[in-house]
């Protein structure tokens, strides 16, 4: 009986040394499928965070362009105003022209060829803000005027 009592232990010892061993195959098998799995993440993320770099950078370089090509604007060939009769506003536009406002103030001209222009300055593929379409349209549609605004400090 002691024969088949060791043969009994030595075979439920193998089953568990056999259940050890492929159970750590298996285990270590997952665990690299994993580690792929995450290095394949990282190195995702590493070219993503790499991506995002550099469309902040290229986002930045175009509102900087923007922004110099707004304040440049009245000595650029393009600008057809003198730049004596342009004001710069920044926001909601770029500039109200006083077209032949300095040619008036200078004896030049008369107060009937003075026009009132709203510019906005765009490079690039920019585009109108919905705000300035709105601003637009209202002028289009004659949606201005003009007013004084008189202060009483003798109160």
Known sequence: MSVWMAMLIGACIGVVLTTLILSNTRNGRVRAEYETYIAELELEHQQSLAAAQKRSVNTSR????????????????????????????????????FD??????????TADDIEVVLIDIKSGGA?????????????ALGRIRFETVRINFDE
């Open 127 to 139: 585009r109108l803000t919905k705000g300035q379409q709105a601003i637009a349209q209202a002028i």
């Open 62 to 97: 175009a509102v900087l362009k923007g922004k110099m090509a707004e304040q440049l604007a009245p000595i650029l060939p393009e600008f057809q105003y003198l730049p004596s009769d342009a004001k710069f506003l920044g926001d909601p536009v770029d500039y109200i022209v």
């Open 100 to 109: 032949g406002y300095t040619d008036f103030r200078d004896g030049d001209g």
